[in-house]
């Protein structure tokens, strides 16, 4: 049997790019999905793929930016399912702006509440029934939430935060036997950069970053299922990610650099 064979599943962010990836790959493993975003007739979509590979699949359209919601997911996995293993909270918003350029803060208020408080009470919710189960939570955050990128201070600040959370959650539930794992993807071809805020708080339509050599979609949910089944405390992707997460300590001002190099070369 695979690791998540069975397994109850909850994945935020279902509709697309990494959760909808991640769906299709554990629906192959025959794992048990509550799948949740907002976008309902491309959660649908998802959802009979994941059927067809032969997963139960329950759908529950959701903004994880309203508490109500993010409660009402975690009722519908329970009552459907009557228990949850994993959660991952996976939705998230992305955006690029220099703060200077930024008028009206009212976006960035949105941002976190979907990136840090979606993810929040999500957790909250689920936190009787992954005790009991002994589970484990799985945050998507970004190496944006490891380093600073410019143009990215919103997007920074609510995956530096979102992290956070999570860090301190895994010692808060070392008695209660549930695992926290944090993911840290670099780029991945996903659209979430286009579809992200930009300066104005309308949809970007750009993405503001060099995108060559992304990573593909299905190798993000690949490595992320095999960080999941080894229930590790974190998943930094790439090379270039983890050279950058060392030579932060080392060399401050050249990762700086590095940073600004990111920027889409027509910046």
Request: with cysteine; proline share 3%; hydrophobic share 50%.
């Given at each position: 049997m695979a690791a998540f064979t069975d397994k109850i599943i909850v994945i935020t962010g279902a509709s697309d790019g990494i959760g909808a990836e991640l769906a299709r790959q554990l629906a192959a493993q025959r794992a048990r999905l509550v799948l949740a975003a907002r976008r309902t007739a491309a959660l649908d979509a998802v959802a009979d793929e994941c059927?067809?590979?032969?997963?139960?699949?329950?759908t529950v359209p959701t903004d994880v930016a309203d508490q109500a919601q993010c409660v009402a997911l975690i009722e519908a996995a329970v009552q459907h399912f009557g228990a949850?293993?994993?959660?991952?909270?996976n939705a998230g918003v992305s955006g690029h702006a220099r703060l200077d350029e930024v008028t009206d803060l009212g976006w960035y208020e949105r941002m976190m509440r979907i990136n840090l408080f979606g993810t929040l009470w999500c957790c909250h919710a689920a936190l009787p029934h992954l005790k009991a189960r002994r589970g484990?939570?799985?945050?998507?955050?970004?190496l944006a939430g490891k380093i600073g990128v410019p143009g990215r201070t919103a997007y920074s600040a609510s995956k530096f935060a979102m992290a956070g959370l999570l860090e301190a959650l895994r010692s808060e539930l070392v008695d209660d036997g549930v695992g926290v794992t944090i993911v840290y993807p670099g780029m991945v071809a996903t659209r979430i950069r286009y579809h992200g805020f930009g300066a104005d708080g309308a949809p970007a339509g750009r993405s503001g970053l060099d995108e060559r050599g992304m990573m593909p979609v299905e190798t993000c949910a690949r490595e992320m299922i095999r960080a999941m089944a080894g229930r590790r405390r974190e998943l930094v992707m790439t090379a270039k990610g983890k050279l950058g997460l060392w030579l932060k300590l080392l060399a401050p001002g050249l990762v700086d650099?590095?940073?600004?190099?990111?920027?889409a070369r027509d910046q």
């Amino acid at each position: 049997m695979a690791a998540f064979t069975d397994k109850i599943i909850v994945i935020t962010g279902a509709s697309d790019g990494i959760g909808a990836e991640l769906a299709r790959q554990l629906a192959a493993q025959r794992a048990r999905l509550v799948l949740a975003a907002r976008r309902t007739a491309a959660l649908d979509a998802v959802a009979d793929e994941c059927r067809a590979a032969g997963a139960d699949c329950l759908t529950v359209p959701t903004d994880v930016a309203d508490q109500a919601q993010c409660v009402a997911l975690i009722e519908a996995a329970v009552q459907h399912f009557g228990a949850i293993d994993v959660l991952v909270a996976n939705a998230g918003v992305s955006g690029h702006a220099r703060l200077d350029e930024v008028t009206d803060l009212g976006w960035y208020e949105r941002m976190m509440r979907i990136n840090l408080f979606g993810t929040l009470w999500c957790c909250h919710a689920a936190l009787p029934h992954l005790k009991a189960r002994r589970g484990l939570i799985v945050g998507v955050s970004s190496l944006a939430g490891k380093i600073g990128v410019p143009g990215r201070t919103a997007y920074s600040a609510s995956k530096f935060a979102m992290a956070g959370l999570l860090e301190a959650l895994r010692s808060e539930l070392v008695d209660d036997g549930v695992g926290v794992t944090i993911v840290y993807p670099g780029m991945v071809a996903t659209r979430i950069r286009y579809h992200g805020f930009g300066a104005d708080g309308a949809p970007a339509g750009r993405s503001g970053l060099d995108e060559r050599g992304m990573m593909p979609v299905e190798t993000c949910a690949r490595e992320m299922i095999r960080a999941m089944a080894g229930r590790r405390r974190e998943l930094v992707m790439t090379a270039k990610g983890k050279l950058g997460l060392w030579l932060k300590l080392l060399a401050p001002g050249l990762v700086d650099r590095m940073a600004r190099a990111a920027l889409a070369r027509d910046q």
